[in-house]
């Protein structure tokens, strides 16, 4: 279903995982034999950890990867065919399953190629009651709590021997048994101090982390590591921005001698290039690099999850398999060469296994208004004003959220061509909607929904009366625009 009125464009920001058909023509017909072109266009040792961690051979790790980026590929446009009924998508293999909860978005699931799930809650749904659960229970005793898309329920985490006294808070807070789980864990999750992924580096002379990714001037990393004004040496830095707990995200400037690179430590004699940071989807394949234990991959399991840690709990972090021990804190998380996180704690080991939690790249880039350095040494320019057009406008939102400009009443023209842009924060996917006044309504009659922060859009209509929509359908931050009228 179009998102065709100011109200109809509202969506869950973890909607963004949604991804629409099977590819397996893109994996097929593909030979075994670690010596295969495919093999070669992968970074060094990426095809190799593949295959420890998931227990692959060489073909199925290519053809993984093949299918996960084309996956990808699509999974932000057809996102925002589905409407509010939307409740989340995950990867089976080269399957791709997509839950609703209608028979319309579940026969567009189905055309668009994909297998359709009915299921009774959407995934804003199941967002506030994953809210409501944390909330009414003791946070002392809860370890994480997260979405299941699969099994379209809550889950709560919790320690040993408090699984009781949290069924009893939720239960008591209106919440069903087959709404929530209330799970037991061997291990609270924990913050990697003392962990680093990618490069180390060192905080006061006492402690030590991972450069996440490169960015404008200097790199971002997890904020447990430093509070704003601490210095960093290899390479020498000062926290400019820093959030923990709450979120887990800082940004550290070095010094001019220091040379920010789009790449990432495999810990095979060899990096990763980063080309860009697109959101991958639940079930896809990702790697996490980490001084103490190396390179190590997993799937993502779910996204937005609160998480407690002794420190504080912290909000909207990508829960995934992948294992990590105490040295890996603040390192990259990759998709293949799109940056997904920083590693921020979690449980278990790289021997035994574990979970373990990413603050989202995009959030910290956003957050300290840097762009993420790519493979190529450049940066994506900031946005800028959208000079071609007449008349400006300019504001700010939060991811979520949208604005009616210039205004709620709009602005009446005659016949002819209209031009809008917009050009949203860096890193995240803002949407530009052209509406116009239709029986006491509005209707959208043009719009530009791709997954970047900048759109454009062109309408040649009749006279009426018109307002543009802005929509910040993953990310937050300000925005500047600008339109033209015949």
Not at 254 to 267: E, F, K, L, Q, W
Not at 303 to 325: D, K, M, P, Q
Request: charged share 15%; with cysteine; glycine share 14%.
């Amino acid at each position: 279903m179009r998102r065709t009125s100011f109200r109809a464009i509202t969506v869950a920001t973890a909607a963004a995982t949604l991804f629409a058909a099977s590819i397996t023509a893109a994996t097929a017909g593909t030979a075994a034999g670690s010596d295969r072109p495919e093999v070669a266009g992968y970074a060094p040792g990426m095809v190799a950890a593949l295959e420890r961690d998931l227990g692959l051979t060489t073909s199925e790790a290519v053809d993984r990867l093949k299918t996960d980026e084309a996956l990808s590929e699509k999974q932000l446009t057809i996102a925002k065919t589905l409407d509010k009924g939307y409740a989340g998508a995950w990867v089976d293999g080269s399957e791709l399953f997509v839950a609703v909860t209608d028979r319309s978005a579940a026969a567009e699931v189905r055309a668009a190629g994909a297998n359709a799930v009915t299921v009774d809650k959407s995934l804003s749904q199941l967002d506030r009651l994953a809210t409501k659960a944390y909330r009414a229970a003791p946070e002392a005793k809860v370890a994480a709590t997260y979405v299941d898309v699969e099994s379209n329920s809550v889950v709560m985490e919790v320690a040993k021997g408090a699984k009781a006294a949290v069924t009893a808070a939720v239960k008591q807070a209106g919440l069903s048994a087959g709404t929530v789980s209330v799970v037991e864990v061997a291990e609270l999750p924990r913050t990697l101090i003392n962990v680093i992924g990618g490069n180390a580096y060192y905080i006061g002379g006492t402690s030590r982390c991972s450069v996440g990714f490169s960015a404008t001037g200097g790199f971002v990393t997890a904020g447990h590591c430093g509070s704003r004004g601490a210095s960093t040496s290899q390479p020498s830095g000062t926290f400019q921005v820093s959030s923990f707990p709450g979120n887990d995200y800082a940004y550290v400037s070095v010094g001019s001698d220091d040379n920010p690179v789009g790449a990432v430590n495999n810990y095979n004699g060899g990096t990763v290039d980063v080309a860009g940071s697109s959101q991958a989807a639940v079930g896809a394949t990702v790697c996490r690099s980490g001084s103490t234990t190396g390179w190590h991959c997993g799937t993502i399991q779910a996204f937005n999850a609160t998480v407690n840690y002794a420190e504080g709990s912290v909000r909207g972090l990508i829960r995934t398999n992948v294992c990590a021990e105490r040295g890996d804190s603040g390192g990259s998380l990759l998709a293949g060469t799109q940056a997904q996180g920083l590693t921020s704690g979690g449980s278990g080991n790289c021997s035994s296994g574990g979970t373990t939690y990413f603050q989202p790249v995009n959030e910290a880039l956003s957050a300290a208004n840097v762009s993420l350095v790519t493979d190529g040494g450049g940066t994506t320019p900031p946005p800028t004003a959208c000079a071609d057009e007449r008349t400006a406008f300019s504001g700010s939102l939060g991811s979520g959220g949208q604005a009616a400009e210039p205004g709620l009443s709009g602005f009446t023209v005659l016949s002819g061509t209209i031009t809008g842009c917009l050009d949203g924060p860096n890193g995240t996917d803002f949407d530009l909607y052209l509406q116009k006044a239709s029986g006491g309504s509005w209707t959208t009659v043009a719009q530009g929904i791709t997954a970047a922060a900048d759109e454009s859009v062109r309408y040649t209509g009749t006279t009426g009366t018109y307002r543009w929509v802005v929509d910040a359908y993953s990310g937050s931050g300000s925005y500047t625009g600008g339109y033209t009228t015949p």
